[in-house]
């Protein structure tokens, strides 16, 4: 079967150090993947899209990696900030469709000062 | 601009009853999603709307779910005979068309069936 996981649930850091988030799958042969953040409440917001034939990807403080051998991305927030405490999904799209999207369950991040 | 909007933000309604969720898009926008989010799920994909092609239902769940979006623009999401297990948030997204990849969120409408 598909599957989308992301490495943990939750996610605890200081302030000012380095989040790491995990997204692994299995059975997809993603054109893109996408990550999306979720404040309580709220729908996702969009932050990054890499697609299948880039390896990093950089917006500001977040950075993304896609290994499409190891079917992972890593999604990193630099110098990280109580502000961004959300729940961070990971999203990809089938290679033979456009539009739909498959979320991961995501990843809660809290920063504490 | 104005982004996604969704309406009603919150609905409850009886087991047994019908109920339509609203979803203007982004104006422009010619693709249009419905996702539903349960507690401590995942988004799950229900149906997309790509201009004026035949909409990918795949995702719902029952034949008691159905979409509709008239004029290329708003849609209404339709559930009947409601069950306690829809109670989610239902999540509607637009993007300026299917091959684009980014989809614009609106924030939801929260929907308890008692």
């Known amino acids: 079967s598909q599957k989308i996981e992301q490495n943990s649930e939750a996610l605890n850091i200081q302030e000012g150090k380095t989040a790491t988030l995990t997204c692994n799958y299995t059975?997809?042969?993603?054109?893109?993947l996408q990550w999306y953040r979720q404040d309580p409440g709220r729908g996702p917001v969009f932050l990054l899209l890499?697609?299948?034939?880039?390896k990093e990807k950089r917006k500001e403080r977040l950075k993304v990696t896609f290994d499409t051998t190891l079917k992972q991305s890593l999604f990193h927030i630099t110098a990280s900030q109580p502000a961004d405490s959300a729940t961070y999904l990971c999203?990809?799209?089938?290679?033979?469709?456009?539009?739909?999207?498959?979320f991961g369950r995501g990843t809660q991040l809290t920063v504490w000062p | 601009g104005a982004g996604v909007s969704q309406s009603p933000s919150n609905k409850v309604t009886e087991k047994g009853k019908d109920v339509e969720l609203r979803c203007d898009p982004i104006?422009?926008?010619?693709?249009l999603y419905w996702y539903r989010q349960s507690l401590g799920q995942g988004l799950e994909f229900l149906i997309y709307?790509?201009?004026?092609?035949?909409?990918?239902k795949s995702g719902l769940p029952s034949d008691r779910f159905s979409a509709e979006r008239t004029g290329g623009s708003v849609s209404t999401l339709t559930i009947q005979r409601t069950q306690q297990e829809d109670s989610a948030v239902y999540l509607c997204a637009s993007s300026l068309d299917g091959g684009r990849e980014t989809q614009y969120f609106g924030p939801g409408t929260r929907l308890l069936v008692l």
């Open positions: 059975n997809y042969s993603p054109a893109y």
């Open positions: 709307f790509q201009g004026n092609s035949a909409p990918d």
């Open positions: 890499i697609r299948e034939n880039e």
């Open positions: 999203a990809l799209n089938r290679g033979s469709t456009l539009g739909r999207l498959y």
């Open positions: 104006s422009g926008h010619t693709a």
